[in-house]
């Protein structure tokens, strides 16, 4: 069985610290509560797709400084 890819439901976001490099990730809610992540310089490229827990997870450790 598959399960369905979940669908992006919000606009993608750039954090406020990123800069002007360039070199930064946009962020955006998907339809599973997960989230998606992409390239801020190649908006059209692929996406990573991250569940509910695992964004949760992610972000934990960013902010403890895993």
Known sequence: MTSATPTVVGPFVKATASGQQGN???VAPLS???RAVR???NQ???CLH???AQWTA???SV???A
Request: charged share 35%; aromatic share 10%.
């Open 50 to 52: 991250f569940g509910p």
């Open 63 to 65: 902010k403890t400084g």
């Open 32 to 34: 599973d509560g997960g």
């Open 24 to 26: 930064c990730v946009e």
């Open 44 to 46: 059209r490229g692929p």
């Open 39 to 41: 390239d801020s310089k």
């Open 58 to 60: 992610f972000t934990d």
